[in-house]
């Protein structure tokens, strides 16, 4: 059974039917112990138009950005719509990009700010928890395993971006740790709550999150939602083992 494998902005992912999977007596954690060897962050699951992820440890990933986008690719499609996270996404091809449509205004998300170990944290919340770090000066990793295991202030642990502030023409550059995943080479839920932040804090315009990945383009569209663009492409495929 044939799995395809590409990648959003760098962020790694299987991709597979989910009607193929149950007939073929496959579960989530099997598939993702299969393709152990392939270096992806998370396991997309495609029922539909209902769009699920999980992450490379097994746990439920909520949603991903860049996970969504490859499955726009995959389709073959120009445009259409996804639901994930129990929301619609609209997207559509621009170019070589997939461009999605986001359920939400950067004033839908929870901020907040905590001081963990004298460093300061911004949190947005939205369909996953995000911990903002800027200007780290410390070994980032460390820090990140940190906050991902700080039940009290995360119980649900936390997906973690390490930002350079100040940033010139809306550019953030982020390094970023994914709970249940580690460090990768992108986050698109990531990069809307880093733009969310800078909205918040009173920037004006397009903001554009570089990763080790790519670059991901975010802006406020006329209806309030967030526009947000980027890169994805197939891969190759895998071929599993039937159980």
């Not at 170019?95 to 359920?103: G, H």
Request: hydrophobic share 40%; charged share 20%; glycine share 12%.
């Amino acid at each position: 059974m044939k799995v395809l494998v590409g990648d959003g902005c760098g962020n790694r992912f299987a991709l597979i039917d989910a009607g193929a999977m149950a007939a073929s007596d496959l579960s989530p954690g099997l598939v993702l112990h299969q393709c152990r060897d392939m270096d992806i962050d998370g396991l997309l699951v495609l029922d539909g138009v209902k769009l699920s992820i999980y992450n490379a440890d097994g746990s439920d990933g909520d949603a991903c950005f860049n996970g969504l986008r490859l499955a726009a690719v995959a389709s073959g499609l120009d445009g259409g719509v996804f639901e994930m996270a129990g929301h619609q996404i609209s997207w559509s091809k621009v170019d070589d990009d997939i461009e999605l449509e986001l359920p939400y205004a950067s004033s839908d998300f929870e901020y907040d700010s905590l001081t963990i170990d004298g460093v300061e944290v911004v949190t947005v919340n939205f369909s996953n928890p995000h911990a903002i770090v800027k200007n780290y000066s410390g070994y980032e990793q460390e820090f990140a395993e940190k906050l991902q295991s700080d039940g009290e202030n995360f119980p649900q642990s936390v997906n973690v971006e390490f930002a350079k502030f100040p940033y010139e023409n809306g550019e953030i550059s982020a390094r970023i740790f994914e709970r249940g995943v580690g460090e990768t080479l992108a986050c698109g839920t990531g990069a809307v709550a880093l733009a969310a932040d800078a909205w918040n804090a009173g920037f004006e315009g397009e903001i554009t999150v570089k990763t080790w990945g790519g670059s991901l383009f975010l802006s406020k569209l006329e209806n309030g939602k967030i526009s947000l663009r980027g890169a994805a492409r197939l891969t190759g495929n895998i071929d599993l083992e039937l159980v």
